[in-house]
């Protein structure tokens, strides 16, 4: 099992030791933008230009950094995993009806879900035409097909809403389609772009899939136990759009029979699964702290991966970034 590292200082991963590299991602970030028609840049830069925790970039360039040096070609892959998240972002905002993400209005909340719509769909084909820049139709065919999977995963998601037959099998099924590929190519690519065997970028991809899925669990919890002010987006979008996620379904596998018919009944009138209801059921609690575990234990094995990478602090990085996310877990049971 991996070592407890200290929590990091100043987000998510230690923007000091890849500073200059995450300044020439955003700055190719924003110079997508004229890659638009004139007419659409405006648009295409109130997205490229909102900040980010730029984490899937950020793991690229670990991970290049960690087996033998950062490359043109991690950036460019920092990129376009940033702008097919950045597509997804614009998406999710219309399935849910979220009027707020890191601070500022989304941009159906500005334009309409039509014109956001087509948005994202412009973002997620200019990320598919930058990927054809690798030499390898390999990369290209693996940077699309985690874009399919990510737009699949929304679509079962979506369709799977107030369904009492979900499972906690669909579950990961989906949250690995709609989260964990794009960390897990973003990992596993890297790997690849660096040179290594397709055993050790097949172990990084699964650190990306792994830290991913619990990235996605501790979204889900949040979305219960946050605060939108510190957040900064609009949550209990999951509640009020009956998106079954692992501590609904904890809580529907634990509650007693009564309190479980009453859950089910809302879920089958497609009733909102509101805050008040769910904290009225004394396995509430339990159902948000099983959830931690299970991201918890996920943390623990995708630390475990990067025992194939030399000593160094591009690792100690990787290794930090699970130490963090296993910090902001533990906040969701308070």
């Keep these: 099992m991996a070592t407890t590292q200290p929590p990091l200082r100043d987000g998510i991963f230690p923007r000091l030791l890849i500073r200059r590299e995450l300044e020439r991602v955003e700055s190719s970030i924003r110079a ?25 970039p950020a793991l690229s360039i670990l991970v290049g950094g960690a087996c033998g040096g950062v490359s043109v070609d991690h950036i460019k892959l920092g990129v376009i995993v940033e702008l097919i998240h950045m597509a997804t972002l ?3 905002d219309i399935i849910d009806g979220a009027e707020t993400r890191r601070m500022e209005p989304t941009a159906n909340a500005k334009w309409g879900n039509s014109l956001s719509v087509l948005l994202g769909d412009a973002l997620f084909s200019h990320a598919l035409t930058l990927a054809t820049d690798f030499d390898s139709i390999d990369i290209c065919r693996r940077v699309g097909r985690a874009a399919r999977d990510v737009c699949q995963g929304e679509i079962i998601q979506t369709q799977r809403r107030f369904d009492l037959t979900f499972t906690k099998e669909d579950y990961f099924k989906v949250i690995g389609m709609k989260t964990g590929a794009l960390f897990a190519i973003a990992t596993g690519i890297a790997a690849t772009l660096s040179g290594l065997d397709e055993e050790s970028a097949e172990r990084l991809h699964a650190y990306g899939m792994k830290l991913g899925t619990a990235y996605q669990i501790y979204d889900d919890c949040l979305d219960l136990v ?13 509640l009020l759009k009956g998106k079954l996620t692992l501590p609904i379904l904890n809580l529907l596998e634990t509650a007693s029979e009564s309190q479980r018919i009453k859950l089910n009944r809302r879920i089958l009138n497609q009733e909102p699964l509101d805050l008040p209801v769910l904290l009225g059921i004394a396995e509430y609690a339990g159902a948000v702290e099983s959830a931690v575990d299970t991201a918890l234990r996920l943390i623990d094995e995708c630390r475990d991966a990067l025992d194939l990478l030399a000593p160094s602090p591009y690792r100690n990085a990787l290794d930090q970034i699970g130490g963090y996310l296993a910090g902001l877990l533990q906040q969701c049971r308070k």
């Design 90 to 92: 614009v998406h999710d």
């Design 32 to 56: 997508q933008i004229h890659a638009f028609d004139p007419a659409v840049e405006p648009y295409v830069g109130y997205i490229c230009d909102t900040p980010g925790k730029r984490i899937r």
């Design 226 to 238: 946050g605060s939108e002010d510190r957040v900064g987006k609009t949550l209990r979008t999951d």
